[in-house]
């Protein structure tokens, strides 16, 4: 008997293992009509071809109504049209372009050199201690880009990444955590308002100066403009690619096999960070609304209903990936859907491949060997496939 599931139960990710749930769904229900606990419901989307389908399509599956489940509709009345994710073209395009003006290769030259050194101390200290928690090492690297790319200044990355970790990275419990998660949205607001005047005064070769510089049409950005987009980026900055760095890692202790074909064979380097964001597909979901009346995936669905891409189950779809539930070091192709696709396209997809390869670099350099030192506990969310915890002994090598 077909029993119906709520994806969007937060516990599912903490508490259960999603897999089958996922397989069956794109099996039998591939664009699914997901009700909540609450009685709303929305589409929820679990093949690769239906989820590219509608993501690479703004014209009848927008973004300006939300790009995930859950959002405060306070603050996504005040951000849409003013953040990039919650932003339709043509005005979409334009702020993109805006922003995608602070990758320079000079800022990228400059991050990489600074990322070798962050990510070789963290790595040196876990090893000197004998054993660490790793979602504390890897928050290290991401938090150091992006506040460096923004010019935030090294002493306030601390603040940045606990402001960020309540911000969004898991589902609010209660009045009371829901109050201290726009709590640290605000704080997080205020501080992108000081260092947004002191850029203006003396501008610097960064992401925030772009943006307090930047203009469309003619006309600078607002400030709402630039504190929504500053929020945007050092949310996804930190937390997706802290949890695919975690979650790679525990796929390589899980697969010795793959670790050592890593190890040995530098050259299927890029591959296996192409395979560490598909197998762990950080971001589970994104949000779109359809913007008129519209058939997917043989379901009717109609203008004003959510439509939702659930990413790892697109992910593990055996119609494009071999063996899908296997962690490959060089598979190839690898059509992963992690960073989206169409106009979304993640804008800082590269930096973030980057910081993996960086991190994944030196593991290999120093490392012999991890292990689990404890349990693994998952994140309780329906936005991110993360971890509160990877305990973890490293071997040093000789």
Known sequence: MYTPIDLSDPLL????????????????????????????????????RFCTEMLTDPDVFGSANGMRLDSDPRVLAAATGKMLNVTDPPRHDKIRKVV???????????????????????????ITEGGCEFTRVAQQLPVSVICDMLGVPPHDWDFMVERTRFAWSSTALDEADEARKVQA??????????????????????????????????VPLTDQEIFYNCDALVSGGNETTRHATVGGLLALIENPDQWHRLRVDPAVMPSAIQEVVRYTSPVMHALRTARVDVELGGQRIRAGDHVVAWLPSANRDDEVFTEPERFLVDRSPNRHLSFLQGNHYCIGSALAKLELTVMFDELVRRVEAAEKAGPVRRLRSNLLWGFDSLPVKFTPRS
């Open 13 to 48: 990710y903490r508490d259960a293992d999603p897999e089958p749930i996922w397989a069956r769904l794109r099996a039998e229900h591939p664009v699914y009509r997901n009700r909540r606990q609450n009685g709303e419901y929305f589409w929820a989307v679990m093949t690769h």
């Open 185 to 218: 949205h605000t704080e997080i607001l205020c501080y992108f308002q000081d260092l947004a005047e002191l850029r203006r005064r003396d501008p610097q070769d960064d992401l925030m100066s772009a943006l307090v510089h930047g203009e469309i049409d003619g």
């Open 100 to 126: 995608s003006s602070a990758f320079t290769p000079r800022t990228v030259d400059r991050l990489e050199s600074n990322m070798r050194k962050t990510a070789a101390r963290a790595i040196d200290g876990a």
